[in-house]
């Protein structure tokens, strides 16, 4: 589960500020348990138990099913994440002026890629899942999501930097997860950012999440299929290249020669990595975060 530092998140922070709740989550991370499990465990009452079981509920970081039992069917609370990830306000110093542009999910110029693969838009998938050579398919233009499991996606987008400007720092960001048939949640990938043939550095993607819908799915989405990534920041700085804060690389701002027309981004999964856990790209139209993959480019 991901949040982020606004009001939609101020559910799970709430439902988290409590001493119960917390051993409820520690209880039901070992196993299944139903109210009269975790009252004695707790040495509550079933009534009380049931108002912070509801809070967890509400707030998505727990279910309740029913399963057979002694006498009959019997509610059970299961425990629906393992991980929750928080991204706070990127701070950036107001003194840069900043160029900024967005490349949709569907608008690489270069790929070479392995199954399990595909694509889709916001109304259906395009073309055959598990065929690499439906990423040529014209429709692909529209996609807003993508996934392989081991090879490149590549993208271009204009570098606008004048002749009088001097190139600050970057910041590339987008929402990615790992690539797993249908989803796992501890699926590890080594994925490598390149930037004009340089590289950034590798970030281990923990993941392929679906234990809670992505807020920006449409409807015809399968509840069982990649449904959210991690929003990313790559940011590279006079001191290094920063991923979310910490160190990616040496790669230095002055490492990236800004006389380029366009700034060519590659995003690969090698297939002699650690952990070939593939990639998913989420565009503005899926996951949780409303946008493509952002290019901004600060200068003085």
């Known amino acids: 589960m991901q949040l982020d530092i606004s009001e939609a998140s101020l559910a799970t922070f709430e439902a988290l500020a409590s001493d119960v709740r917390l051993k409820i989550i520690q209880l039901l991370s070992l196993k299944k348990m139903n109210i009269k499990e975790l009252a004695t465990e707790l040495n509550l009452s079933s009534a009380i138990v049931s108002k912070h079981i509801k809070k967890l509920e509400e707030a998505e970081l727990i279910k309740t099913e029913r399963i057979p039992g002694v006498s009959g069917l019997q509610k059970v609370s299961i425990l629906k994440v ?15 002026e900043v160029y900024e542009s967005s490349i949709p999910i569907g608008h690489y110029t270069d790929y070479h890629i392995q199954p399990t693969c595909g694509l889709a838009d916001d109304t259906d998938f395009i073309g055959q899942v598990d065929e690499p050579r439906f990423f040529m ?55 490598t950012f390149w930037l004009n043939d340089i590289k950034l ?27 959210y990534g991690l929003l990313k920041t790559i940011r590279i700085t006079k001191h290094g290249t920063y991923i979310d804060g910490d160190l990616l690389s040496d790669i230095t701002i002055d490492d990236i020669h800004q006389g380029f027309e366009v700034w060519n981004l590659k995003f690969e999964v090698n297939q002699d990595a650690e952990n070939v856990g593939g990639l998913t790209l989420f565009g503005k139209n899926f996951g949780n975060h409303e946008q493509d993959i952002v290019v901004k480019t600060y200068y003085s």
């Open 82 to 96: 393992d991980q929750i990830n928080i991204v706070f306000p990127t701070k950036i110093y107001p003194s840069f």
């Open 201 to 227: 550095g590798i970030w281990t993607s923990p993941g392929d999440f679906a234990d809670t819908r992505g807020k920006l799915n449409p409807d015809y989405w399968p509840d069982n299929l990649n449904q």
């Open 137 to 191: 398919d014209s429709r692909r233009m529209n996609a807003n999501i993508l996934w392989f499991t081991s090879g490149y996606v590549e993208y271009k987008t204009p570098n606008l930097l004048k002749e009088a400007d001097t190139l600050q720092q970057i910041d590339i960001s987008m929402e990615l997860s790992s690539e797993f048939p249908f989803s796992n949640d501890v699926w590890p990938s080594d994925i």
